[in-house]
């Protein structure tokens, strides 16, 4: 395509540079105007051939290249999308749980990952604490997150160190 255009612009500079020139050394009178009637003629077959000679399969295969130019780019929006959705979803349940914590009476720090459920949905999957624990504190944080998340057991970790 870029081929195209740079074959079309260098036939329409070329061709009015010839005009001038030609222009120049016609004399006064009849010659002159024929040669300037000639001379916007060929600028005109200059400036519209190129699109005289496109033909339908170059057109539709150009059309196919911007359309999976398109779609790449509209793919690679989606991914960084739901990167920054999962991202800031992550992020909100955390801070729900450290201020959950707080209110409780516990000082934490935590980080969650999330998963999809089967219909696409994003979910707290995993959640890791780390703080200094005792026995009811990590009870309630472990209800906590399953009654207010759905993080089963199974999925919760606690580290022993300072948040």
Partial sequence: MMGLL????????????????????????????VCRLA??????????GPMLRLDGEMLSQVLEEHRDLAQSYENELEEKNNLLYQTFIEEAAAAYIVDKAEEMGILCQTEVTFSYDEDGVPCPWEVTAWGVWTQEGREAVGQLLEDDLGVPPERQHYEERQP
């Fill in 6 to 33: 740079r074959e079309w612009l260098l036939g329409v500079a070329c061709t009015a540079t010839v005009l001038a020139i030609a222009q120049s050394l016609a004399p006064e009178g009849g010659a002159k105007r």
């Fill in 39 to 48: 001379g916007g003629l060929a600028l005109m077959l200059a400036a519209v």
